[in-house]
Nanobody, 119 residues
Framework: QVQLEESGGGLVQAGGSLRLSCAAS????????MGWYCQAPGKQRELVAS???????NYADSVKGRFTISRDNAKNRVYLQMNNVKPEDTGVYYC?????????????WGKGTLVTVSS
């Protein structure tokens, strides 16, 4: 069974940096896309950034120029470098993967890692 596990969350001051990591484990034939979503308190989960197998990236307008998503295809890992963070970046960050395993195509989510940005 494929699992995603995030790490790297924590408390950071506004203007600081944080790096999130997500590792996919299990029987994985290929990963089409991976991404990071954020669920702020009282709000719906929203896309922060995504990256496809070819390397193309997509970012929410609110994080463009501050966050960078990258991927290690050999290790089935995705990263989110968060620079110049703001209090509004606070939330639970979830890793997401569109992947192929036994039985076909699956969408998998991690359990999330909490990021708290203090002002």
């Amino acid at each position: 069974q494929v699992q995603l596990e995030e790490s790297g969350g924590g408390l950071v001051q506004a203007g600081g940096s944080l790096r999130l990591s997500c590792a996919a484990s299990g029987t994985i034939f290929s990963i089409n896309a991976m991404g990071w979503y954020c669920q702020a308190p009282g709000k719906q989960r929203e896309l922060v950034a995504s990256i496809i197998s070819g390397g193309s990236t997509n970012y929410a307008d609110s994080v463009k120029g501050r966050f960078t998503i990258s991927r290690d295809n050999a290790k089935n890992r995705v990263y989110l470098q968060m620079n110049n963070v703001k209090p509004e970046d606070t939330g639970v960050y979830y890793c997401n993967a569109d992947l192929n395993s036994w039985g076909g195509n699956y969408i998998r989510w991690g359990k999330g890692t909490l990021v708290t940005v203090s002002s």
